[in-house]
């Protein structure tokens, strides 16, 4: 590290701390003109990029889906520790996908397993602007359609006769 007073090169660390946004921090100590002064160190993360639905791309950004899940849960009783929980887990998951690119769908699939976990309510808005429905017939019966299917047991190895009725009638 630089000294930001005389140029020298080396320094010690005197005193580090790991703040609550997951940066450092460290005192330092120029060993030329003994002046002190303090770093903070970040971790640098590289999200994949974001293929909107009519093919363009852009850089994932936590902000756009923490106001997402703000606007939905407007005037609920979520807070905004359990929103940022959500943010954490949901550019967890991007990262740990390890693709240079992810399909808007898919995160806003994850975002509505999220807020469904967090608030009913939430949940049916942010599927209401997020999903664009004819008419509220449709919105309906997309709802219904998801939960029947996640309360199907997919470790199950055969699948309900009701599966392939409801296929049919799709």
Same mark, same amino acid.
């Given at each position: ?5 005389? =140029?020298?090169? *080396?320094?010690?660390?005197? *005193? ?5 946004? =997951? ?5 330092? &100590? ?18 994949? %990029?974001?293929?909107?639905? *009519? @093919? ?8 756009? #889906?923490?106001? =997402? ?8 009783? /979520? ?7 959500? /943010? ?9 996908? @390890? ?8 995160? =806003?699939?994850?975002? %509505? ?15 209401? /602007? ?23 047991? #997919? ?13 049919? &009638?799709?």
């Amino acid at each position: 590290m630089k000294c930001p007073f005389c =140029g020298h090169n *080396d320094d010690r660390v005197l *005193d580090t701390r790991v703040q609550k946004d =997951g940066s450092i921090k460290r005192r330092r &100590e120029c060993l030329e003109c003994k002046a002190r002064f303090t770093t903070v160190e970040t971790l640098m993360l590289n999200y994949p %990029m974001i293929v909107k639905k *009519d @093919g363009r791309r852009e850089p994932f950004s936590r902000e756009k #889906i923490f106001k =997402g899940l703000q606007a939905a849960c407007q005037k609920r009783p /979520v807070s905004l520790t359990q929103l940022e929980a959500v /943010v954490e887990r949901i550019s967890a998951w991007i990262i740990n996908r @390890g693709e240079n690119e992810v399909p808007s769908r898919l995160i =806003g699939r994850k975002v %509505m397993a999220e807020l469904k976990q967090v608030d009913d309510v939430a949940y049916i808005r942010f599927a209401s /602007v997020y999903r664009t429905f004819k008419d509220v017939q449709e919105f309906v019966e997309t709802l219904e359609e998801e939960e029947w299917i996640e309360s199907m047991d #997919i470790n199950s190895p055969q699948l309900p006769l009701t599966y392939f009725n409801a296929l049919k &009638e799709s």
